[in-house]
């Protein structure tokens, strides 16, 4: 699903398992997949950057995060095509979104709201992806 932000940068997000319609147009330009499934996929064959963070959990590494959201946003803004998934396609992806929204100008108290409104009402699935959330909005 191609999700636009306020400040017009775009993404597509997904998961694997179907959950969230995939509309994926033409392949990506750049890819960030939040779940090792997606390692060996013979049908990614595009860049990508594979994020080490357990399904219902938080990132390995919560600095590189941080840097890969930037460098979404930074992509997205110069109109590169970025996929962002996970298995399900509602936590993780949602908790990116979240974070991608505040980069665009949502302010950190509704960006998960946001997310929920133009994604999907599940999205951001734990307190402990929320309150990434609210460190990533500190963090800028």
Not at 27 to 48: F, I, N
Request: glycine share 8%; charged share 25%; with cysteine.
């Amino acid at each position: 699903m191609l999700v636009t932000f306020p400040d017009q940068s775009a993404v597509l997000a997904q998961g694997r398992l179907g959950l969230i319609i995939s509309d994926r147009s033409r392949k990506p330009d750049w890819a960030v997949y939040l779940d090792e499934r997606w390692a060996g996929d013979p049908e990614v064959t595009w860049p990508h950057r594979i994020i080490d963070w357990p399904d219902m959990g938080l990132p390995i590494n919560q600095g590189e995060f941080f840097d890969v959201v930037a460098d979404i946003h930074e992509r997205a803004k110069k109109t590169e095509l970025v996929e962002i998934a996970c298995y399900g396609g509602i936590g993780r992806t949602g908790t990116v979104l979240s974070c991608l929204a505040i980069t665009a100008g949502v302010s950190p108290e509704s960006a998960v709201d946001w997310v929920r409104e133009h994604y999907d009402p599940r999205a951001v699935e734990t307190n402990d992806q929320h309150e990434l959330i609210q460190r990533f909005a500190q963090s800028l």
